[in-house]
């Protein structure tokens, strides 16, 4: 069974950084695609950022030059690391993946971005 979870979040002033961290099991990491989203209160859950089994990333405009996602294969962990951030970014956070059709999400971590 595949499971993700979620650390990292916490309260942070605007201007700071976070990084965030997934931790994967019951797969082999390293032939698929993972990604970050992020649902605020009210709105719909919204892609942030993705990264492919080929490294290739993609990101939200909302978020471009601001945040960064990484994986390391070796400890089947994929990263956000969240740099500049506004009161906007405030949401809980989740990792996806999709393995053999199935969507997988993580649990959430709350980042709240405020003074």
């Known amino acids: 069974q595949v499971q993700l979870v979620e650390s990292g979040g916490g309260l942070v002033q605007p201007g700071g950084s976070l990084r965030l961290s997934c931790a994967a099991s019951g797969m082999i990491f390293r032939v698929y695609g993972m990604g970050w989203y992020r649902q605020a209160p009210g709105k719909e859950r919204e892609s942030v950022a993705t990264i492919s089994s080929g490294w290739s990333t993609n990101y939200a405009d909302s978020v471009k030059g601001r945040f960064t996602i990484s994986r390391d294969n070796a400890k089947n962990t994929v990263y956000l690391q969240m740099n500049s951030l506004k009161p906007e970014d405030t949401a809980v956070y989740y990792c996806?993946?999709?393995?053999?059709?199935?969507?997988?999400w993580g649990q959430g971590t709350q980042v709240t971005v405020s003074t």
């Open positions: 996806n993946t999709n393995v053999g059709g199935t969507n997988y």
